[in-house]
């Protein structure tokens, strides 16, 4: 991709940036991320790919009466049937730290993904039905939730959208924790828009760190802030990574951004004192 292409997926994350959740398209998004993280793959063949599969899936539910009357597990089996059946999506367990398993052009290429890039791909099929779902925050695990006439059915997208009831969730919990660990409340929040697209994203940023490629997650984590700019978290993290590269004024506007959006707790405190420390440095 030239670096006009670079520049329009980011000037689109900046403008979805200022988009209220609920108006998010997620793999819109997560596609301008992709777009940025492999230039020369063809994200528009891929979104003509997903745009296809979403009508798909619009034309199979129409056809079943049992999800239409909002049965939660009609609405499990149908999507799974399409998602992992007919198209052949999996969760990558041969090389599941293979950055290309968080790019959603990567993903629609290969029918390879981490957990949450999967899960995009449930939570915009059920959207193009019109039925709820929603990404559930499970530690080390992203799951999605399918909403029906009763309590919201959990999945685990990775394993070939499996149901997940309390003893598979149990069974996961020890696996994640150790065997000590049990089910207890907030295991199962639910995430909006916003926070699913970062949390694809902190795959990647995760990698570059792990990696030694300050630069690259660097770059990557000012990409989450375009679309999302009042995240003190990432702000802290930005001026950490500015910091260890040098940039020593970057480094305090991202200090004192963060301090903005979070002026309390143990991480503003540390951060208070770094940035206290780079004025003495650079004044």
């Keep these: 991709m030239a670096a006009g292409g670079v520049e329009a997926a980011r000037a689109a994350l900046e403008a979805a940036g200022g988009l209220p959740d609920a108006e998010l398209g997620l793999a819109d998004v997560a596609l301008q991320f992709a777009r940025i993280d492999a230039p020369e793959a063809d994200w528009q063949g891929a979104r003509a790919a997903l745009s296809a599969m979403l009508r798909e899936a619009a034309r199979a539910a129409a056809a079943e009466p049992r999800a239409a009357r909002g049965?939660?597990?009609?609405?499990?089996?149908?999507?799974?049937?399409?998602?992992?059946?007919?198209?052949?999506?999996?969760?990558?367990?041969?090389?599941?730290?293979?950055?290309?398993?968080?790019?959603?052009?990567?993903?629609?290429?290969?029918?390879?993904?981490?957990?949450?890039?999967?899960?995009?791909?449930?939570?915009?099929?059920?959207?193009?039905?019109?039925?709820?779902?929603?990404?559930v925050d499970f530690p080390g695990h992203f799951l999605v939730a399918l909403e029906g006439r009763s309590a919201p059915l959990?999945?685990?997208?990775?394993?070939?959208?499996?149901?997940?009831?309390?003893?598979?969730?149990?069974?996961?919990?020890?696996?994640?924790?150790?065997?000590?660990?049990?089910?207890?409340?907030?295991?199962?929040?639910?995430?909006?828009?916003?926070?699913?697209?970062?949390?694809?994203?902190?795959?990647?940023?995760?990698?570059?760190?792990?990696?030694?490629?300050?630069e690259g997650a660097l770059a990557c984590t000012e990409d989450m802030l375009r679309l999302a700019p009042d995240h003190a978290?990432?702000?802290?993290?930005?001026?950490?990574?500015?910091?260890?590269?040098?940039?020593?004024?970057?480094?305090?506007?991202?200090?004192?951004?963060?301090?903005?959006l979070e002026p309390d707790g143990e991480a503003a405190a540390r951060i208070r004192g770094l940035a206290a420390e780079l004025r003495g440095r650079l004044n």
């Design 71 to 135: 049965e939660a597990e009609a609405r499990r089996a149908l999507l799974a049937g399409l998602l992992h059946g007919t198209h052949g999506f999996a969760g990558d367990t041969a090389r599941y730290d293979d950055p290309r398993n968080a790019n959603l052009i990567r993903v629609l290429e290969r029918r390879r993904g981490l957990p949450v890039a999967l899960g995009i791909l449930w939570l915009e099929a059920a959207e193009a039905i019109g039925w709820r779902a929603h990404g």
């Design 233 to 260: 978290a990432l702000w802290r993290e930005a001026g950490l990574m500015r910091h260890r590269l040098d940039r020593l004024g970057a480094a305090l506007a991202a200090f004192e951004r963060a301090l903005e």
């Design 154 to 214: 959990i999945v685990d997208v990775f394993h070939g959208g499996r149901a997940m009831g309390a003893p598979e969730l149990r069974a996961l919990i020890k696996r994640v924790e150790g065997p000590e660990a049990e089910l207890r409340p907030g295991l199962l929040r639910a995430m909006d828009k916003r926070a699913v697209l970062l949390r694809l994203q902190n795959n990647i940023k995760l990698r570059r760190l792990g990696a030694g490629d300050i």
